[in-house]
Each structure stands twice: as C-alpha cells, then as structure tokens.
C-alpha cells in the first residue's frame, strides 16, 4: 500500500482514527453469517452455536518486549499477534471463531505499516477460519502495542486443561522444539554483526534451509487448532498446554495444576535440526535452549494409556505434523529430564518480567 | 497491602509473572456457576445461556494518553478500564458477563500499585456482575497499560446499534454533560498551580461540591448498564451509543449509522452545573466544551414516537438517573445545533490520535 514515487509516507496521525477503522472495515473479508455486528459499533454482536462453550483468550506483543522491528516485518508482527492467540484456544481444544484487534500505535506509524499489521493478522485469520469482529485504535506514547482477544468455541466435556493429567499418563509434544528460539537467536547475531549504519531496516534471513526454517518459525508461528480440535474432540488428552513459554515451562505448570510431577526423556525430545545445528556451532547445549525458549506454539498433551487408540486416530489426521512421545507425569511432584545416566532439573523457562 | 515501616515497596519485577497471576487469582471473588475455566490456564471458557448472543468488545487505557497518574490513582484506572467497556456493552443493550485483563507494567511499578489496579477493577466489576476470568501480563518498555476485554450477552432482536435510528426519532441522553471534561480540566489547572518541587504525587481535589463530582467522573465514570438493557429489552430505543468521545462525536455516528442527520436543542442540553461553573470561570463556551468533551459515558439513544411509552417504562426504572430528550434525527443529512435565534454546526468530538 505504499505509495510510489519520493513522497513521504503517511503517518497514521495524519489520518485520525475513523479513517484508519474504516481502512481495517474495507479490508476484512464478508461478515460471515453468525457475526450479527462487526466493526464499527460499540462492540461486536456474535452467536454461539446452542450446547457450546465460549473459549476467551487474549495475549499481546509489546514493542522491545515481544518483538523487533528489524527482525519481524509489520504483517509478520499481525499474524503473530493473533496466532498465539489462536494457539490458546487451541491448546483448551476449542475452534477459534472471532478476534477483536487492539491496536496502540507510536506516532511514528505509517498508514502502510498499519495496513501491513493488518494483512498479516487477516492471513492467520484466514488461515484458521477467525473473523476480525471489532476492536480498538489509540495512541501510544511509547511501544507498538498489539494485543489480540480471541474467542472460540468447544463442547462442553471436550475441554482441554492443564489440570488433567494423572501420573502415568504419557507426554506428546506436536511439531519440533527449539526452532523459534533458534531463529531469535541468529536474528540477533546477525542484527549485532550487521553495522548500524548501514541504515538496513529488516535483517535479511539465513541461506541454511534448516535456520530460515528456525526465523520464520518465530516471526510466524503456527498455532496447532486442527491438532487441538481434534484431541479435545476424542477426548485423546487429559490435560494439555501451548508451548508460548517453551517446553520446560508447559510441563511445570500441567504437572503443578495436575497434582503430579513429569520426568521427560532427553533422548526423545524432536529439537529442531536448526536449532541442533545453531546452538552447537554458538557453543551452546542445543537441548537446555530449545527446553527453555519460548514462542514455539506447539502443543504440550497429556494421554492416560487406555486412550492410545484414539491419539492414534488424532496422528491419522494430523497432516504430517510429528507428535512425539517425550516423557510422562509421575507420581512424584518432582519435574526432571532423563539425560544419559542422569536425571536433571528441567532448565527455566521465559519469564514476562 | 503496602508494607508499613521503611522498607522500599516491592517492584513487580522482584517476584515475576507467576506470582502476579497468583496474587490476582486470590483476591477474584469466587467463580461464578456458568465460569467453566477461570484465571490460569491457556484460556477462560465459559457458558452462556442458549438463545442469546455473544457481546464482544475491548477498550484500553494507556498512560498519557488516557490517565496521568498524577489524577487518577492506581485503582481508579482499574476500575475505568472496566468501566469504559461495560459501558459499551451496556450501549448494545447487552449484560456484561466476563472481563478478561490484559496488562502491561513498567518496569518501575511496585506490587502495591498492581493490586491496587486489581481492586479498583474488581469493584467495578462488583458493581455490574461481571467476572475477572484470565488475561494476561507483560512488561512494558514504556507506558503503563490496561486493556480490558469484555463479553456480554444480550437476547435476539434486542441489540441496540448505532444504525437503527430513522428520521423524526427523538434523541435522549441519560446523567449530565461535560462533568468529565471539566473534572479533568480542572485536575490540569491544579497541576500546573502545583509547583513539581513540593513532590506531590496526587493532586487532592476541590472544595467545591459539583467541581468534586466532575473529578470523581473523569476517574470513575457510571456505566449506564442498567437503563442499557432496560433500553434494550424494552425496544424502547431505535439506536444507541456511549459518549466514550463525547456527545458530538455520538451524535454524528448514530446520524451517520442511520443514514439521517441530527439537530440538538442547546437549551436542553443537561449540562453539569460542575462544568457550567468551571467552563464559565475559565472563559471559556460550557456548552461547546461539555458538547465536545469526552469520557462522560452517559448513553444517547433514539426513541422513534410510537415508542414513547416504553421510555416512559425505563424512566420509571432507572434509579434517579436523569433521561432527557436533547434533540431528534433529521431526514436532511446535517447535524447541527440550535442556539438561540441561530443553527450551528456541532464542536468536534475527542480524537485519539
């Protein structure tokens, strides 16, 4: 949406916010039907299907926080913003349905980079089937805030909690771990190698096909709903999490509000290959980074023995996305990884703060 | 719960996100029936009652752009930030249900401060049934943020948007005008008196009786929850919106909604003697600032003529809360108002950038 030319571009400022509502108004795809008021009222008007649970999430990304302008681009910024979001309602086993966008933008924001926000929270909602039914717009004196509330839908009895599980029940983790927190890792390596003045806005990606894997991993996570849906619909899992403040983190807090502890086997865990490959050549242990870094956005799940049957049938269908099995909660409330002959602590997980 | 004696009060940062979460777990009233999943798992998942609809919407209050610490302490903005959506609940015709919290904290924000916040927000969530049910927290590289999500329901046919009104409706407006605008009119001049040396944190408010009510308003605005849904339910309104940006601005929207323009009658305007006697002191037009000022949070709403009497079934109910007709939508698609001998053209409403 830039404009051509030596113009400078516009600032969001210059516009004021109705036409900035009524750009986002334009661009949202038709109302679909069961969204009686979208964009532009006091609030949005939805209904529910009958005999349905409401599933209400919100997460946002902070500007210096959440996220570097260097190394996301504006839509990569949108489309996160609403697939953690996504992810939440997932890992409850709920279907995603509508998300309000609250947006607070520095004065400094261009019309482009807003409309570009906007493409990349609308390509996620696409993707997962949400519709963008509302919001709010201010100004912000400091960092682009983006904070996303999503609510979904779930059969009651088909909820998934962390507080499920029961000692014996075994662990899966979807897709690979570490790759988010490898593809920041070599984000900032390169941010601090590039010279500032060279005055490059957006550090440029890696050639290795496994490490491009890694960044684009943690500028555009993807957020497990199909995988969610389904666990929760066969009733596969007895506790399950999203993995926003990476493994070592998700399996505390299932073990803590399941009344259990988890040993997980080192042997098992799917580390991504860029993150194997990244974190040995940085000299680091490739299996302490990827249990502690966060923004993978896999699912983290708990299957109690006798429902093996019906992961299995949840492995059928899940489109080529690993689940593996990496451990299991134990009776013991203590949380450790096998490694070798050794039985460790887990390493900490993100913290906000 | 600040700690007596010498000792620095406690930063956030000195105690990280899990014991925040736990914090606020514990000082939310006790779940309601129908609040499925509460605080502390991925997501919150609660049911409504079949055949109603679902009432989405989100609103934030970002530090120096909508409060100044230095007026509105700690527990004012909780409340506000949950005020200010419930209200816009209330303007659909909904009941608010649930509040989700996303706040984002600087680094110097000490625990006391936090749970003040928490408090401020809990009451305002006593006073309209409305349950804290999960959000989120994350630092803030810059200002201090509340974003507040709000789900409500409200029954089929009983929505009240801004597009429902026709020509010859009447307008009505519920409480007094521009007491929040000269409430925070009056904070400014206070400040600006007080020299920044005398260290004072908080501005003390006046002496007199209908200035202290315009204080208490810009703080803590009166969502009109009830005579929303009695408006509601009732059908005794075409249209309806809060004044979040002022009486000009709503009139413009529901015109606008409409497809109709609008006259209001400046000498019905129930403007606050607060506000009649600051504005006038201060040299300035009282019924062009109460008319452009924003935050009242009062609704206005159309009545078509054949409705009257259902009005007249919601006046009866609303508690002393005045209801005043103001003005009526037009077929001729201006907005204007008369004053006098002459007709003018409406003072802009807040902008937000």
Redesign the interface.
């Given at each position: 949406m830039s404009s051509p030319g030596s113009q400078p571009p516009q600032r969001?400022?210059d516009?004021?916010?109705r036409v900035l509502i009524e750009r986002i108004r334009k661009r949202v795809p038709p109302t679909p039907a069961g969204l009686?008021?979208a964009i532009?009222?006091?609030?949005?008007?939805?209904?529910?299907d009958?005999?349905t649970?409401?599933?209400?999430?919100?997460?946002?990304l902070?500007?210096?926080?959440?996220f570097d302008r260097r190394f996301s681009s504006p839509a990569d910024i949108g489309y996160k913003a609403l697939a953690v979001n996504v992810?939440?309602?997932a890992?409850?086993g709920?279907t995603p349905r509508?998300a309000?966008l609250?947006l607070?933008?520095p004065e400094a924001i261009t019309l482009a980079e807003v409309d570009a926000i906007l493409d990349g929270l609308l390509e996620m909602a696409a993707e997962c089937g949400v519709a963008l039914?509302?919001?709010?717009?201010?100004?912000?004196?400091?960092?682009l805030?983006v904070?996303v509330?999503?609510?979904?839908s779930?059969k009651?009895r088909k909820?998934l909690?962390?507080?499920g599980g029961r000692a014996g029940d075994a662990l899966y983790v979807t897709g690979r771990l570490g790759a988010a927190a490898a593809g920041l890792a070599w984000l900032r390596a390169a941010a601090s190698s590039t010279a500032p003045e060279s005055g490059r806005a957006h550090v440029s990606g890696p050639e290795d096909a496994h490490l491009a894997e890694c960044v684009a991993r943690h500028c555009r996570p993807a957020p497990r709903v199909r995988i969610g849906a389904l666990l929760g619909r066969n009733r596969a899992a007895s506790a399950?999490?999203?993995l926003s403040d990476g493994l070592a983190d998700a399996v505390t807090q299932i073990a803590s509000?399941s009344g259990t502890g988890a040993t997980l086997d080192a042997s098992l865990l799917p580390i991504h290959p860029g993150a194997i490959s990244w974190f040995t050549a940085a000299g680091g242990d490739p299996l302490a980074a990827s249990v502690a870094g966060g923004d993978d956005y896999e699912l983290l799940f708990a299957v109690p023995r006798r429902r093996k049957g019906r992961l299995r049938a949840v492995v059928r269908e899940s489109r080529g996305i690993p689940i593996t099995r990496i451990g299991e909660l134990t009776a013991e409330r203590t949380i450790g990884i096998v490694r070798g002959e050794r039985i460790e602590p887990l390493p900490a997980g993100f913290?906000?703060?």
């Open positions: 969001v400022s516009v004021g916010e009686i008021v532009g009222d006091d609030a949005a008007v939805a209904a529910l009958r005999g649970l409401q599933v209400l999430t919100t997460d946002s902070v500007e210096g926080v959440h992810s939440d309602v890992a409850m709920g509508l309000l609250s607070m933008l039914a509302g919001g709010n717009i201010t100004r912000s004196p400091g960092p805030v904070d509330t999503v609510s979904g779930v009651p909820i909690t962390r507080g399950c999490m999203d509000a913290t906000h703060f």
